[in-house]
C-alpha cells in the first residue's frame, strides 16, 4: 500500500507538471482572452455547484417524505394492534419486560466479548512478531557461530598447534577466568534468548519483563560453572541452543 501511495503521488505530481506546462503554453498563445472569459466560466462552475446542491436537496427531500409516510404508517400500524390486543399485552407485560432487561444484558456482554476478542487478536499478532524476531536473532547467532568455526578450520596446521600450545599451558588459568567471568558472548546471547522465549510462553502480560535482567545473569552464571568443562559443555551448549530454536 506503501509502494502503491509512492507512485499514486509521483503520478500526481507528473500530471499536475504536465498540465501547468501545457496550460502556461497555450495561454501564451491566446493571449488575453483567457483573462476576459474567466468570470464567465467561474460563474457557470458556481451554477453547476449550485444545481447539484439542489439536486441533493431534493433527493433528500423525497428520502424524508417517504421514511415520513413509512414511521406514519408503523405508527397507525401500532394503534390498531394496541386497541386489538390490548388484554393479551397488559398480561404478557412482564415476560416482555423482562425478555428487553435480559437483551440489555447481553448486549453489554457481547460488546465486552467483541472487545477482548480485538485485543486477543492483536495480542496474538505482537506475539507472533516477536517470535520472529526471536527466530532472526537465533539465527544470526548460529550463523556467526558457523563462521568462526569455519575460519578455524582455515586456518593453517601451524596455528592451531601454536594455538593448542598455549591453551595448554594456560588451561588452568583458562577455566579459571571461564568460571569468573561466566560463558563466551554467543552464549550469553542464547541463555537469554531462552529466557524471553520461555518467559513468553508462560506469561500473557508484560510486567514479568521488569526481572529479566536477573534471570539472564543467573542462567549466566549457572552456564559459566559448566564452561570449564570443556568439550563437554560445547555440546551441552550446542544442544541448549537447538531448544531455543523457534
Not at 591453551?167 to 531462552?194: C, F, H, I, K, M
Not at 524471553?196 to 549457572?222: M, P, R, T, Y
Request: charged fraction near 30%; glycine fraction near 8%.
Amino acid at each position: 500500500m506503501e509502494l502503491q501511495l509512492d507512485a499514486a503521488r509521483t503520478a500526481y505530481r507528473r500530471i499536475l507538471s504536465e498540465s501547468a506546462r501545457r496550460l502556461n503554453a497555450q495561454g501564451s498563445e491566446l493571449g488575453a482572452c483567457i483573462e476576459k472569459a474567466r468570470p464567465y466560466y467561474e460563474a457557470r462552475r458556481l451554477a453547476k455547484e449550485v444545481n447539484e446542491a439542489e439536486e441533493e436537496r431534493q433527493r433528500s427531500e423525497r428520502e424524508h417524505q417517504r421514511v415520513t409516510r413509512l414511521c406514519q404508517e408503523a405508527e397507525a400500524r401500532v394503534q390498531a394492534l394496541q386497541k386489538a390486543l390490548r388484554r393479551a399485552i397488559l398480561k404478557s407485560k412482564p415476560y416482555f419486560e423482562l425478555k428487553a432487561h435480559f437483551n440489555q444484558i447481553l448486549e453489554e456482554h457481547k460488546a465486552a466479548v467483541t472487545a477482548l476478542e480485538a485485543r486477543v487478536a492483536r495480542a496474538k499478532t505482537r506475539y507472533a512478531v516477536a517470535l520472529r524476531n526471536l527466530e532472526q536473532i537465533s539465527e544470526q547467532i548460529h550463523a556467526r557461530r558457523l563462521q568462526r568455526l569455519g575460519l578455524r578450520r582455515a586456518s593453517p596446521v601451524g596455528a592451531e598447534e601454536e594455538e593448542t600450545g598455549e591453551t595448554g599451558e594456560a588451561g588452568e588459568a583458562a577455566g579459571g577466568l571461564l568460571g569468573a567471568e561466566g560463558p563466551p558472548p554467543d552464549a550469553l546471547s542464547v541463555l537469554s534468548l531462552q529466557t524471553i522465549a520461555s518467559d513468553l510462553q508462560k506469561f500473557d502480560s508484560v510486567e514479568h519483563l521488569l526481572g529479566l535482567s536477573d534471570a539472564a545473569s543467573l542462567n549466566s552464571g549457572e552456564a559459566g560453572g559448566q564452561a570449564g568443562g570443556g568439550r563437554r559443555g560445547g555440546r551441552g551448549l550446542s544442544r541448549h541452543h537447538r531448544s531455543v530454536s523457534l
